[in-house]
C-alpha cells in the first residue's frame, strides 16, 4: 500500500476533527459505542492477519472463513457508519466486499483503497485514543 498523501492526509485529518468535535456533543454511550467499533475494528484485523498466516503456511484457503471475514467486515462498516466514522466505514465495506469476491476488484483500486490490515488497525488504535483522552 502507499502512504498517504499530503492532501488525502489532510482530508482525513480534517474528517477526523469534524468527527470528533461532534463526538465531543455526545453523550458518554455514544463515546462507549465509538470505542467499542474501534476496538472491533483491531479484533477483525488480527482475525484476518491469523487466517492470512494460516493460508501463507498450509496453502489452505478456506470460503468459510473468508465467508466470516466479509461479514464481520461488513457489519463493522455499517456500525461505523452509523456513529460517523465515514472514512473507516468505507474501507470496512471495501474489506467486506473484498473478502467476499476478491476478483472483483483491480490491483490499484485496492492499493489507492488503504484497507491494509495494518492501516486499519493504526487509523483504529488513533481514533481510540482520541475518544478516551476526552
Not at 2 to 20: D, F
Not at 57 to 77: M, Y
Not at 85 to 110: H, N, T, V
Amino acid at each position: 500500500m502507499e502512504p498517504l498523501t499530503g492532501r488525502s492526509l489532510w482530508e482525513l485529518i480534517k474528517h477526523l476533527r469534524h468527527w470528533l468535535a461532534n463526538l465531543n456533543r455526545a453523550g458518554e454511550q455514544r463515546k462507549q459505542q465509538s470505542v467499542d467499533a474501534l476496538r472491533s475494528v483491531i479484533v477483525a484485523s488480527r482475525s484476518t492477519a491469523t487466517y492470512l498466516r494460516q493460508v501463507r503456511e498450509t496453502g489452505q484457503p478456506s470460503h468459510d472463513t473468508e465467508a466470516r471475514l466479509s461479514e464481520q467486515w461488513t457489519r463493522l462498516g455499517f456500525e461505523l457508519r452509523d456513529l460517523g466514522l465515514i472514512k473507516l466505514a468505507k474501507r470496512c465495506d471495501i474489506s467486506g466486499r473484498y473478502w467476499a469476491d476478491a476478483s472483483q476488484f483491480e490491483p490499484d483500486f485496492i492499493e489507492k483503497a488503504d484497507i491494509s490490515l495494518e492501516r486499519m488497525e493504526q487509523l483504529a488504535r488513533s481514533l481510540e485514543a482520541e475518544i478516551s483522552h476526552r
